[in-house]
């Protein structure tokens, strides 16, 4: 893989994923934001994440993703997921999958959202080991299966992060269960990946910012949740369009090598930025 020497105009941003929290039952190996059962909701409130995905749609977003942690454990996620469906935006819901209540079910299967989840392997041991729970696999295996049976839209995301996983067979597994989008990629050095030394611009897939945005649960903007050391404001001290308008977004964005040959992170999906994955549809 090499990098390109000018960068290629990017897309505009139509794609905003929201990190409602770092909370989660998990405790997964290459977790890029440290989430854990000890995680917080940040600083962000209900009524400041929905001002947030109103000024979304006026600036011409199409779809948000609630990421975590895991957003399923964010008590405001109904009251979000309506008022994004309300502002005509597409909804897409990044889960493990390990608990869904009937009420979620009920959320998820609304027209306009979909559903994304993270999947190691077609063993409930190593799965085991790299989401550091007992137990997980089977909780997400029937929930996959419960999301085909109610018909909502599912995707995939595989990440390779420990030697002997066998992501192909990881793979083959889900695509037998009836997930037909299924995307496979390495972890990246962000979070409990980077093991303890600071993320580069090296260890992004180089196409952070082109299409997309994230924003923090303390509300700070990056091009991607794996590139969230690189902040190019705050929506809690400014509108959203006039961040992703400024030039410390384009300074940001445009400082980030573009790597002929990436076959993740396109501006219409990305695998490695699994639980960012970019829907298909």
Known sequence: MTVTKH????????FLELEVTTKCQLRCLHCYSNSGPSGDTGSMT??????????????GIETVQFIGGEP???EGLDELVRHALAADLKVDVYSNLVHVSETRWRLFAQPGVSLGVSWYAADAKTHAQITGT???????????????????PIRVGIVEV?????????????????????????????????????????????????????I?????????????????????DAPLANILSGGRWS???????????????????????????????
């Not at 960068?7 to 139509?14: E, F, I, K, S």
């Not at 923090?216 to 809690?236: F, T, Y």
Request: proline share 6%; charged share 25%; glycine share 10%.
């Open 7 to 14: 960068r290629p105009a990017l897309a505009p941003v139509t």
């Open 46 to 59: 209900v009524p400041g994440w929905k001002r947030v995905i109103t000024e979304a749609a006026a600036a």
């Open 72 to 74: 399923t454990m964010y």
């Open 134 to 152: 007992q137990g997980s696999y089977w909780r997400t295996r029937e929930n996959i299966v419960e999301a085909l049976l109610r018909k909502i």
């Open 162 to 214: 420990v030697d002997g996983q066998d992501v192909d067979e990881a793979e083959r597994e889900v695509s037998k269960l009836g997930v037909a989008d299924v995307a496979v990629d390495h972890a990246r050095a962000v979070g409990r990946a980077a093991h303890g030394r600071p993320t580069t611009l090296e260890d992004l897939c180089g196409r952070c910012g082109d299409g997309r945005a994230a």
């Open 216 to 236: 923090s649960g303390h509300g700070a903007v990056s091009p991607c949740v794996l590139g969230r050391h690189l902040v190019a404001g705050n929506v809690k």
């Open 251 to 281: 300074e940001i964005v445009g400082s980030i090598p573009r790597r002929d040959g990436c076959v993740t992170c396109t501006p219409a999906d990305s695998n490695d930025c699994d639980p960012s994955r970019k829907p298909t549809s």
